[in-house]
């Protein structure tokens, strides 16, 4: 069963209901506004004979009494059955039907002192509703009245009124009902059409095609999912080219010093038969080491960012003073700042309070960052590593700077420098290339640390990268 038939017998089933339960629940009004409407009537015609037998008593006109009796017998049949008047002396009877009928409610006629209502079937299996209320005059008692309605004629008026009511609402029922389905029909279309487009477009993706673009203009959550759609397809895109850019890094990063070992140790081979000098040979084993170093640190970044994305990632945090690991990074690269012909200048506010980190990987990010500066500087630049109280973040965060006046970043890479096998692309400055992974490893350490780090820069103007670590608090 497909989504636009579901949909449609969805709301028919929800439609169907709510037009059931709005016809009974008028079914229900009317019949019981219109009992209340008899009821009413029935009260107000034996308040009306009440009254008028009452006057002719007083009066004492019993001729009157009996033209009253038979005139509302009368003009309310069948609704009235019989009226009634009897006393001590005296009794006057009047009857809707013939005499024969009429003796079935003859037995009903007798003198009371109270007034009550009753709720009978008479002889007759006629529902009836009877008054009966005595009629006391300056203390004296003048007589009873009683009158009986068919409650069978009210039930037959109310069910009239109600077959007359139900044919119309069952028209209207049935028009909403007709209507309804139409609706939730066009309404299924216009969902399952963009739903169909984007189903359309995920398949063309999954074959390789990923220049497909959904174009639905609308400004419900369809036209969100489908902007939402678009921009994913972009991040496709750009994760594609960035796995074939990054599968062209890890080639090269692992081809080269593969070469480069391979190369050296067929070098060492013919050295012993050939009996090479010493220094040759030497020099082919540093090759080799540097070259093993060189993939032991690339394996180890991979690993490292695995170890990461499993949670596995050993943290050993205390308190620890960035003043005394920036001062023993910057040791270990002054030297090669200064072969390199450039400047590394150290801004460090003293007496600052220690963080919350773990040393060795703080080391590792300033390291890191510090080796980026120093590829992508040339002489007489200068890179400089300030430390103090954030700014941006207050009080409970300290604040590490690296900046350089080298070659800049753009505001687009600065943004995505931190991405997993980024790189930015090449330009004038002819930037070396890298396996991408390196500022992945320093973004997730210092998340790792609850800290925030970002890049700022300008197109040959420079870079910095700023990272934030939470104050060390002692606990009370």
């Given at each position: 069963?497909?989504?636009?038939?579901?949909?449609?017998?969805?709301?028919?089933?929800?439609?169907?209901?709510?037009?059931?339960?709005?016809?009974?629940?008028?079914?229900?009004a009317?019949?019981?506004?219109?009992?209340?409407?008899?009821?009413?009537?029935?009260?107000?015609?034996?308040?009306?004979?009440?009254?008028?037998?009452?006057?002719?008593?007083?009066s004492?006109?019993?001729?009157?009494?009996?033209?009253?009796?038979?005139?509302?017998?009368?003009?309310?049949?069948?609704?009235?059955?019989y009226?009634?008047?009897?006393?001590?002396?005296?009794?006057?009877?009047?009857s809707?039907?013939?005499?024969?009928t009429?003796?079935?409610?003859?037995?009903?006629?007798?003198s009371?002192?109270?007034?009550?209502?009753?709720?009978?079937?008479?002889?007759?299996?006629?529902?009836i509703?009877?008054?009966s209320?005595?009629?006391?005059?300056?203390?004296?008692?003048?007589?009873?009245?009683?009158?009986?309605?068919?409650?069978?004629?009210m039930?037959?008026?109310?069910?009239?009124?109600?077959?007359?009511?139900?044919?119309?609402?069952?028209?209207?029922?049935?028009?909403?009902?007709?209507?309804?389905?139409?609706?939730?029909?066009?309404?299924?279309?216009?969902?399952?059409?963009?739903?169909?487009?984007?189903?359309?477009?995920?398949?063309?993706?999954?074959e390789?095609?990923?220049d497909?673009?959904?174009?639905?203009?609308?400004?419900?959550?369809?036209?969100?999912?489908?902007?939402?759609?678009?921009?994913?397809?972009v991040?496709?895109?750009?994760?594609?080219?960035?796995?074939?850019?990054?599968?062209?890094?890890?080639?090269?990063?692992?081809?080269?010093?593969?070469?480069?070992?391979?190369?050296?140790?067929?070098?060492?081979?013919?050295?012993?038969?050939?009996?090479?000098?010493?220094?040759?040979?030497?020099?082919?084993?540093?090759?080799?080491?540097?070259?093993?170093?060189?993939?032991?640190?690339?394996?180890?970044?991979?690993?490292?960012?695995?170890?990461?994305?499993?949670?596995?990632?050993?943290?050993?945090?205390?308190?620890?003073?960035?003043?005394?690991?920036?001062?023993?990074?910057?040791?270990?690269?002054?030297?090669?700042?200064?072969?390199?012909?450039?400047?590394?200048?150290?801004?460090?506010t003293?007496?600052?309070?220690?963080?919350?980190?773990?040393?060795?990987?703080?080391?590792?990010?300033?390291?890191?960052?510090?080796?980026?500066?120093?590829?992508?500087?040339?002489?007489?630049?200068?890179?400089?590593i300030?430390?103090?109280?954030?700014?941006?973040?207050?009080?409970?965060?300290?604040?590490?700077?690296?900046?350089?006046?080298?070659?800049?970043?753009?505001?687009?890479?600065?943004?995505?420098?931190?991405?997993?096998f980024y790189?930015?692309?090449?330009?004038d400055?002819?930037?070396?290339?890298?396996?991408?992974?390196?500022?992945?490893?320093?973004?997730?350490?210092?998340?790792?640390?609850?800290?925030?780090?970002?890049?700022?820069?300008?197109?040959?103007?420079?870079?910095?990268?700023?990272?934030?670590?939470p104050?060390?608090?002692?606990?009370?």
């Amino acid at each position: 069963m497909n989504l636009r038939l579901k949909f449609t017998l969805s709301v028919s089933a929800l439609l169907l209901f709510v037009v059931f339960f709005v016809s009974y629940t008028i079914f229900s009004a009317q019949k019981d506004f219109l009992t209340e409407q008899f009821q009413e009537s029935r009260d107000t015609s034996f308040k009306l004979f009440f009254n008028m037998c009452e006057k002719a008593l007083k009066s004492e006109d019993e001729e009157q009494i009996t033209s009253v009796i038979n005139s509302i017998v009368t003009i309310h049949k069948p609704s009235i059955v019989y009226a009634s008047y009897a006393s001590g002396y005296r009794q006057v009877f009047a009857s809707r039907d013939d005499s024969d009928t009429a003796s079935a409610f003859a037995t009903r006629v007798r003198s009371s002192y109270v007034a009550k209502t009753d709720e009978y079937v008479s002889l007759t299996g006629e529902r009836i509703f009877e008054y009966s209320a005595p009629i006391i005059y300056r203390d004296k008692y003048l007589g009873t009245i009683i009158i009986g309605f068919s409650l069978d004629y009210m039930d037959s008026k109310v069910d009239a009124g109600i077959s007359a009511i139900s044919k119309k609402i069952k028209i209207a029922a049935f028009v909403a009902f007709i209507l309804g389905i139409l609706g939730a029909n066009f309404m299924a279309v216009q969902l399952i059409m963009p739903i169909r487009l984007l189903a359309k477009a995920a398949k063309q993706i999954g074959e390789g095609n990923m220049d497909v673009k959904v174009n639905i203009k609308r400004g419900d959550e369809i036209g969100v999912l489908a902007q939402t759609f678009d921009e994913m397809v972009v991040k496709v895109k750009e994760t594609d080219r960035l796995k074939d850019s990054f599968v062209s890094s890890v080639s090269h990063e692992l081809r080269s010093p593969l070469a480069a070992i391979d190369g050296y140790c067929n070098l060492l081979i013919e050295g012993v038969n050939n009996n090479y000098p010493p220094e040759r040979q030497l020099r082919g084993l540093k090759i080799i080491k540097e070259a093993s170093l060189r993939l032991t640190n690339f394996i180890n970044n991979i690993l490292d960012l695995a170890k990461m994305k499993a949670g596995k990632y050993e943290m050993k945090a205390k308190e620890v003073s960035l003043e005394s690991v920036i001062n023993e990074i910057a040791g270990l690269f002054e030297s090669l700042a200064v072969s390199q012909d450039k400047i590394l200048n150290l801004n460090i506010t003293p007496n600052l309070p220690e963080v919350y980190a773990d040393a060795e990987k703080i080391k590792q990010v300033i390291t890191n960052i510090l080796s980026n500066s120093l590829k992508f500087t040339k002489e007489k630049d200068i890179i400089t590593i300030s430390c103090n109280m954030s700014k941006s973040y207050g009080n409970d965060f300290v604040e590490v700077n690296i900046s350089d006046t080298g070659v800049g970043l753009s505001k687009s890479d600065a943004e995505k420098v931190f991405e997993k096998f980024y790189q930015v692309k090449d330009n004038d400055y002819n930037r070396p290339k890298g396996t991408g992974l390196g500022l992945s490893i320093v973004y997730e350490i210092i998340r790792l640390h609850h800290g925030r780090i970002w890049a700022e820069g300008e197109l040959g103007k420079g870079t910095s990268f700023k990272f934030v670590l939470p104050v060390f608090k002692k606990s009370i």
